[in-house]
């Protein structure tokens, strides 16, 4: 009865410890006499262990009044602390210590505390037990160290604070294991990695004689095998059974383990103990292209091809010189006066000079409008954004003009000449983008300073929105990747200009158009400090010679930023010159079948990793094309002129366009006939990977869409009223434009928006109730009973997109809007990434009305109404209006519960670009103080101005830039918060360039619902709510 009586005090106190419950613990022992308080139940378990694994800290000092063991012991050795290293109570282990309890006590398997802390992963456990002076090597019965415990179950973090407080890596457990053993058995890659540069044995061998080498290789854990072979492991030791890491690996068929050990000089020839080659169990196992491989490193092949993959010193030879302007500006006279020499320089300027005497008089004497009406560029005064089919030159150059040059004392470049033509420009992103090249920008001088002017800005603007910038944003708003830009003014010898004393044109309007354009785009350019005043015929004047000079500066502060040449390059070039002329009609490759063509003809040892890093050294050097197509296939054109010229140029050109059929579309056998020498399948393949055309069905036929040459005008009527089928109509729209400067741009983005979305009605299936109409800068989209119309509006400077459906499916017709919205955003972010655009909300009052030009409310307008807390917005000259969320949300109270409104969004979803202009304004000195120190005050951060204003992970990283940054740890802050401090301040412009930037709001779909905007990665303005895309990556690097 005694015994009874115990055991039910013994339950109801596990209880009452479990639930934490010290009041009920302590009217129990209270009531209780002659109760053993260090009693157990059937597995030795006391109340101490219940109350340590739950932390219980009070309940552990109360049970320690009433005489409790604190080094007691359960059935398996288990000591109150072994029970709190399980669960993670690091407070308790710190107690116990307290208390003088032994932390390296060993239980009935000889682990102890710091064992089981490592291997159920409590980081800080093992921080607390090793900084408290706890055995960290200590090993249990199978001789496992905490580090093999961590290491077998996978705990990265437990890892590095083992490895970091200095335990043993080479210890071995009863099979001669290592804790890097145990890594690579178990597939913990970064574990692996992380022991390795800690300096763990590569080369021990367990009781099997395995190194680690030994399962990476057969596992195929090739990050671990090219550390270990880089470490400098040896390659070559067998196991037991004289299998070395090359023979494991060919028998499970990881031919890029197999090239990388072959790489670090693993023998070939060398045979297991049954006399059996790497080659031979690549072959049994049906591995035939490792064997192939193997066959082919015969000693002096091999040593060859190792050497070619050798790093060098030597920098790139070569880099792309991409030049700009508008048409008659004089960019192919420019290439061609460059690539003279100066004999053959002197034979041009002396034809030039004859051909001129030649000529029809100079119109120097003409007036401004008569040179405008001569040369067809009186549209260019004010550089209207509406797209352009004139011609104003016969011999303009087709597409982009790609050709290798090389100039005296500069050396080697691919140039790449972008006409002028204005249907080229939607596919110009393609070949825009990067940085680690020189791009010139030409003006005419002959032209009024007004056009010259208007053109320059416009390209600078035009490359701008192409580069992606990239972080960190640096002093004044500044990208680390800025391109280089180099000014150029044509026909000086036209309007008379002088020379200074060192022999060179210069020019006032010229000088003027450089200071602009330093001061509105230094932050994103490295403009050369001097603009070259050319008379683009005379090859060996003063001032080509000082323009070949700074390409050569210029070229040599690139190449110091890039990856050296090696061999393998060298060799890659001249095959690459050999395809082009063996595949002279379709020089183009699958990435699958250019690495393994690669492999074949140049290197067989290459890894993915080589050739990677060959097809981008080739893209800088302008060598070849890559273009990304869908999963598996992408592309890679051997011969950039080919696609620039000979196709796009062609299909493209004004002479094309004025055949073309109007509605855009063409069969494969239409196509045929506009290129007969090229497979019409396979040069289409490549245009739609371009997104210059789409695939689409036609009454069962299969035709190709090429929005570009879509010229079928608006038919009557899309978007009339019908109160037959829509009695009771909702309304709604979104006009997107970019900001002033870049507006003119937008015209060019268009077409890529059209083939997006024939290719969404695509996906949608044939069973969709979906109809799409497209023609010449217009689309209607119908699904169900929704219809939306997206047109090229205010003079093709923005795009809008409206919908409307009945009033019972206003939800939908909300969300069918903000996919639209969407989409467009994110073509915008793929095809301009530099680019600031507005999103503005249009009346859903006067749309419904069908007002011509509907009023637009500017993000502007509609933060600054949720600033205020008001719900209305007037419609101006009128006394008419309207509910905030009937222009955002159709008025629809399920919607408002997904939505997020701007001024509540975090703070981090302030897009890339808008933190940059807002640097550019705070970064800089205020003449009251109203700079980012003083709102870094504003937004309580008084304390971290020292670290905010000392060098951080960039030496010149924007001060403003790291404010944002440090105040967007706090998940509270949101935009709205930043708007009323930059309000307190005094600094409207700050408020202005982010409330125009910004998105006024955002939708989050409930838990479990489908967004339909799902699979489409968009960004505001190139939000930074994803990784910022590589400089290096291939795509990149092809532009």
Known sequence: MEEEEENFVLTALFNATEEANIEGIQELLKNVTNFDINQTNKHGESVLHIAASGGHIEIIELLLT???????????????????????????????????????????????????????????????????????????????????????????????????????????????????????????????????????????????????????????????????????????????????????????????????????????????????????????????????????????????????????????????????????????????????????????????????????????????????????????????????????????????????????????????????????????????????????????????????????MYWLHFIRSRVPPHEPIGQFGTISNKAHVILVATHADKVGCSRNIRGEFVSNDASLIHSEAVQQFGADFEICDQVFVVDSNVATSAEMKALKNKLAVIKTQIVKTLPTVNGFLDAAVVQLHAWCKETAFFPVMPWHDFAEQIRSKVNPLASDDHLREIVQNLQLMGEVIYIEGEIDQDLVVVNPQWLCTEILGQLLSHEKIMQSRVTGCFTADDFQLMFPEVEATDMLTVLEALEICTQCENDGDIEYEFPCLN?????????????????????????VQALAGMSNQMVHIFPRLQIHLRRMLIQEGPETESDLYQWYHGTKYCTANLECLLTMEMSDQAIEIKVRGPDTNASHAFYLLDEMSTLTEHILNEMCPGMLYEKHYLSPLQLKEHKRKPHSYTPHDLIAKQLENYTKLSLPDTEITEELKDVLCYGSTDI?????????????????????????????????????????????????????????????????????????????????????????????????????????????????????DEGVDTEHNGEATSEVPSNNSSTTLSR
């Open 66 to 456: 009433k005489g409790i063991n604190l080094s007691a012991k359960d059935k398996h050795g288990d000591s109150a602390v072994f029970w709190a290293a399980r669960q993670g109570q690091v407070k308790v282990i710190e107690y116990l210590k307290s208390q003088d309890v032994s932390l390296d006590t060993q239980n009935k398997s000889g682990e102890a505390p710091i064992h089981v802390a490592a291997r159920y992963g409590h980081t800080h456990v093992v921080e607390y037990l090793a900084a408290a002076g706890a055995d960290i090597n200590i090993q249990d019965k199978e001789e496992e160290t905490p580090l093999h415990c961590a290491a077998s179950r996978g705990n990265l973090e437990c890892v590095k604070v083992l490895v970091d407080s200095g335990a043993r890596l080479d210890l071995t457990d009863k099979r001669g294991c290592t804790a890097l053993h145990m890594a690579c058995r178990r597939h913990h890659i970064n574990i692996a990695l992380t022991l390795i540069h800690g300096g763990a044995s590569l080369d021990m061998q367990d009781i099997g004689g395995e190194t680690p080498l030994h399962p990476a290789a057969k596992e195929g854990l090739l990050p671990i095998v090219q550390t270990m072979c880089a470490f400098g492991c040896k390659v070559d030791l067998c196991n037991k059974g004289s299998g070395t890491a090359l023979h494991l690996a060919s028998r499970s068929g990881h031919i890029e383990v197999v090239r990388c050990l072959m790489l670090a000089g693993a023998d070939s020839d060398r045979p297991n103990k049954d006399g059996i080659t790497g080659e031979i169990m690549a072959l049994a196992q049906g591995h035939t292209d490792i064997a192939t491989l193997l066959a082919r490193m015969k000693p002096d092949f091999k040593e060859g091809y190792i050497s070619q993959l050798c790093p060098t010193k030597i920098p790139l030879g070569r880099i792309k010189l991409k030049i700009f302007g508008h048409s008659n500006v004089g960019k192919t006279t420019l290439i061609e006066s460059l690539k003279c020499g100066y004999i053959s320089g002197f034979f041009r300027k002396s034809s030039w000079t004859r051909a001129s005497g030649n000529s029809m008089p100079s119109n120097n004497n003409l007036t401004t409008k008569e040179k405008g009406a001569e040369n067809g560029i009186h549209r260019h005064n004010s550089l209207p954004s509406q797209l352009s089919f004139d011609v104003l030159n016969s011999n303009y150059t087709k597409g982009i003009d790609v050709q290798h040059i090389s100039l005296t004392g500069a050396g080697d470049f691919t140039v790449w000449e972008f006409s002028g033509y204005e249907p080229y420009y939607m596919m110009y992103d393609h070949f825009i983008g990067d940085s680690n090249c020189i791009h010139f920008v030409l003006f005419n001088l002959d032209e009024p300073i007004e056009v010259q002017r208007a053109q320059s």
């Open 711 to 735: 010229f079928i005008e608006t038919l009557h009527g899309l978007w009339d009223k019908d109160v037959r089928t829509l009695p009771n109509p909702v309304y709604g729209g979104v006009r």
């Open 896 to 1012: 408002q519960s997904n939505v997020t409104m701007g001024v509540d969004l975090h703070v981090s979803h302030l897009s890339l670009n808008t933190r940059r202009e807002f640097s550019k304004l705070l970064d800089r000195p205020d003449p009251m103080g109203r700079d980012w120190c003083l709102l870094a005050v504003k937004l309580d951060l008084a304390d971290t101005l020292p670290s905010l204003d000392a060098p951080g992970r960039n030496q010149i990283q924007s001060r403003t830039d790291k404010t944002l940054e440090e105040w967007a740890r706090d998940h509270d802050n949101t935009i709205g918060k930043l708007l009323f401090k930059l309000k307190d301040l005094g600094r409207q412009d700050a408020v202005d360039i982010v409330t125009k930037t910004m998105p006024p709001m955002k939708v989050f779909p409930p838990e479990g619902a489908v967004s339909p």
